[in-house]
């Protein structure tokens, strides 16, 4: 029973990452072409956009796998999740993506330190808000107030975020954005995972 659960559970991460590297590819293709000067931010956040909808979609079937480990159709779900959520993720995911760029090309252009921990906390607020944007159906003014307001509620919460993104960012400076993307899923479960006590008062407290 045990290896049934690790095979199907290992098949689901296979297929999520599949379909999670097809939603982001158009993107994800330009961006490693992409030279890594300040001047090319706003291309830089434009090629990130494909990649909310598709975290939101992965997030959604991975949910949706921890209530069964069996069901061997990710794929799915994947879909569903994207067509449910790419809409809502998006209108938080590009004025996010905006706002990076303008701080990024300020900071790089000699800007104040203050851009740093501004890029930091907004990035936290964003994977709070596509977390509950992805399970969820809030309205995007209610996600985003949520976002924030478990920034503080939840500590461990935004700092294993925090963590996780320090990894990831790690990645792409050691090696690249694609080796992330192959690892994505990996990724989107560690959040998912790590927003435990974050789904939980949000089911206690506010869905009925």
Known sequence: MKLGRAAAAVH???????????????????????????????????CALPAGPALSAAVYALDRRSRDHLDLQPGRDF???????????LKLWAPFLAWEAVLGFNLANGGGWWGVPLMAAAALWQVNALLIASRYEFRTRDVARLAAYFLIRTPRVTLGTAALGIVA??????????????????????LWHNAGPLRA?????FVR
């Open 201 to 205: 008062e949000i089911e206690a407290r």
């Open 79 to 89: 879909r569903r999740g994207y067509r449910l959520n790419a809409g809502p993720v």
């Open 12 to 46: 689901n991460l296979l297929v999520i990452e599949g379909w999670l590297a097809l939603a982001g590819a158009p993107g994800l293709v330009l961006l490693v072409l992409l030279d890594r000067g300040a001047g090319n931010l706003p291309l830089v956040a434009a």
């Open 169 to 190: 960012a790690a990645v792409v400076l050691l090696w690249s954005e694609a080796v992330l993307a192959l690892v994505a899923v990996l990724f989107a479960a560690a």
